[in-house]
């Protein structure tokens, strides 16, 4: 063969160097989900890259015999190139030469722009490995049983992981990335969604002080009236005391009573079984108990039965959409502007409610509410005038009494000077 046809079978070899070094890193650097989604979405590269990585030791397999294969019959070019142009002095100086070759123009370059780009290399790239695997897969089987046999004698065990799921801190960091393409709103809905796990019906229930129920000890002038003011549709009825729930009442039983039919006896009758769950039952679990059970309300209880609280359904959906209701039982004026840069804040507001609704990152992981926040730290109900600072906020106590805190007074957040010793 003459010069020139060496030296265009040398430009084809590297080009299919090149192409076989790139294709492996557009294919092993694909998106998996986006690659899912790009199958289902009837792409035939995408369904045909999706098969191939399935089994990913048969497609590296049939990469490294083509790319072994084109690389040495290039190098056995270079060299009969050498020998006819300068004899063997020559062969040195074609090797380096040739190596510069394949590092930039096959290995370096194609590499990079696959990286860059793997799905317009990696799709057309699928359409020719597909049929080119069916026809060398025993030589291929071969190699990979024999590669495999070497990696058992050396204790390497393939356990079948599924290493393309994701953990729920992954999934987070997933949708975080991901904030050019998913709406923040969207995206607020989906981390929340990811937290109801660490959040407990604790957090964000009806506390035991500000349950609204009927007490049948009460006369039917006081019952009625607390019917008539109520905000909520389902009341719990208890005898006496709210640790005596003896039912739950929905409102809607009572729309075809006159005034002369109502009586305890007839009330007793429209109650159904409260429903009890115990404290700590992280909100994930909740909803999934209130959609089996057909339930929308429960009562929280410790360890000794004691009811702690209400959880609504509600509750649990407002932690993933936000508020989206008027909580009658939320004050309005909870948080009050005290200056531009100071506000008066009712003690007994929930943490988290008080972080969601001023944007503020108050510790909510131990005490619920601000009073039981400033006494765990105190260890002591303090006095009017008392300051203190926590997480960066600082806090002045405007009222208290002989059992808890009722208002103070809350600064913006000090930023601390990393530079400062």
């Not at 006819?84 to 194609?110: H, K, Q, S, Y």
């Not at 495999?148 to 975080?176: A, I, M």
């Not at 109801?196 to 604790?202: A, F, G, Q």
């Not at 039965?305 to 959906?317: C, F, T, V, Y």
């Given at each position: 063969m003459?010069l020139?046809?060496l030296?265009?079978l040398?430009?084809?070899?590297?080009?299919?160097s090149?192409f076989f070094?790139?294709?492996?890193m557009a294919?092993?650097?694909l998106?998996?989900?986006h690659?899912?989604?790009?199958a289902r979405a009837?792409n035939r590269?995408?369904?045909?890259?999706?098969?191939l990585?399935?089994?990913?030791d048969?497609?590296?397999?049939?990469?490294?015999?083509g790319n072994?294969?084109?690389?040495?019959?290039?190098?056995?070019?270079?060299?009969?190139?050498?020998?006819d142009?300068?004899?063997?002095?020559?062969?040195a100086?074609?090797?380096g030469?040739?190596?510069l070759?394949?590092?930039?123009?096959a290995?370096?370059?194609p590499k990079t722009?696959?990286?860059l780009n793997?799905?317009?290399l990696?799709?057309p790239?699928?359409?020719?490995y597909?049929p080119l695997l069916k026809i060398?897969?025993?030589?291929?089987w071969?190699?990979?049983m024999a590669s495999n046999g070497?990696?058992?004698l050396?204790?390497?065990r393939?356990?079948k992981?599924?290493l393309?799921?994701?953990?729920?801190?992954?999934?987070?960091?997933?949708?975080?990335e991901a904030?050019?393409?998913?709406?923040?709103r969207y995206?607020?809905?989906l981390?929340s969604?990811?937290?109801?796990?660490r959040v407990?019906?604790d957090?964000v229930?009806?506390?035991?002080?500000e349950?609204?129920g009927?007490?049948?000890?009460d006369?039917?002038?006081k019952i009625k009236k607390?019917i008539a003011?109520s905000?909520h549709t389902?009341l719990?009825?208890?005898q006496?005391?709210?640790?005596?729930?003896?039912?739950m009442?929905?409102?809607?039983?009572?729309?075809?009573?006159s005034?002369?039919?109502?009586s305890?006896?007839v009330?007793l009758?429209?109650?159904?079984e409260p429903?009890?769950?115990p404290?700590?039952?992280?909100l994930?679990?909740?909803?999934v108990q209130?959609q089996?059970?057909?339930?929308?309300i429960?009562?929280v209880v410790?360890e000794?039965?004691?009811?702690?609280?209400i959880?609504?359904?509600?509750d649990?959906?407002?932690?993933i959409?936000?508020?989206?209701?008027?909580?009658?039982?939320n004050d309005?004026?909870d948080?009050v502007?005290?200056?531009?840069?100071?506000?008066l804040?009712d003690?007994?507001?929930n943490i988290?409610?008080?972080n969601r609704s001023q944007g503020?990152?108050l510790?909510?992981?131990g005490?619920?509410t601000l009073?039981?926040?400033?006494?765990?730290?105190?260890?002591?109900?303090?006095k009017?005038?008392t300051?203190?600072e926590?997480?960066?906020?600082p806090i002045?106590?405007?009222e208290?009494?002989?059992n808890?805190?009722?208002?103070?007074?809350i600064g913006?957040r000090?930023?601390?000077?990393?530079?400062?010793?």
């Amino acid at each position: 063969m003459s010069l020139t046809g060496l030296f265009s079978l040398l430009a084809i070899l590297l080009l299919l160097s090149a192409f076989f070094a790139g294709s492996e890193m557009a294919l092993m650097s694909l998106n998996r989900y986006h690659l899912r989604h790009k199958a289902r979405a009837g792409n035939r590269g995408a369904r045909l890259a999706e098969q191939l990585l399935k089994q990913p030791d048969r497609l590296i397999g049939l990469i490294l015999l083509g790319n072994n294969l084109v690389n040495f019959s290039a190098s056995a070019l270079v060299t009969l190139i050498a020998l006819d142009l300068g004899g063997e002095p020559a062969v040195a100086v074609g090797t380096g030469i040739f190596t510069l070759t394949v590092i930039i123009f096959a290995e370096a370059a194609p590499k990079t722009l696959a990286a860059l780009n793997p799905e317009r290399l990696a799709f057309p790239a699928a359409i020719i490995y597909y049929p080119l695997l069916k026809i060398t897969y025993p030589v291929v089987w071969l190699t990979n049983m024999a590669s495999n046999g070497v990696l058992f004698l050396l204790g390497v065990r393939d356990k079948k992981n599924d290493l393309h799921s994701l953990t729920r801190e992954e999934l987070r960091t997933v949708l975080h990335e991901a904030s050019t393409r998913i709406p923040s709103r969207y995206r607020e809905m989906l981390l929340s969604i990811l937290d109801l796990e660490r959040v407990t019906v604790d957090d964000v229930m009806i506390p035991h002080k500000e349950i609204i129920g009927i007490d049948l000890d009460d006369d039917n002038s006081k019952i009625k009236k607390t019917i008539a003011e109520s905000q909520h549709t389902r009341l719990p009825v208890y005898q006496g005391n709210i640790d005596t729930v003896v039912g739950m009442l929905h409102l809607r039983r009572l729309a075809n009573l006159s005034g002369k039919d109502f009586s305890r006896e007839v009330l007793l009758k429209l109650l159904t079984e409260p429903y009890f769950v115990p404290e700590g039952t992280p909100l994930s679990t909740q909803l999934v108990q209130f959609q089996r059970r057909r339930e929308r309300i429960a009562l929280v209880v410790d360890e000794y039965g004691d009811i702690q609280g209400i959880i609504k359904l509600e509750d649990i959906l407002e932690e993933i959409v936000g508020e989206f209701t008027t909580d009658p039982s939320n004050d309005e004026n909870d948080v009050v502007r005290d200056s531009p840069d100071t506000f008066l804040v009712d003690a007994t507001v929930n943490i988290r409610e008080l972080n969601r609704s001023q944007g503020w990152e108050l510790p909510s992981d131990g005490p619920k509410t601000l009073n039981g926040l400033i006494v765990e730290l105190l260890e002591t109900i303090p006095k009017p005038l008392t300051f203190l600072e926590i997480d960066g906020y600082p806090i002045e106590v405007v009222e208290s009494d002989d059992n808890r805190v009722r208002f103070v007074r809350i600064g913006m957040r000090i930023k601390s000077d990393p530079t400062s010793d």
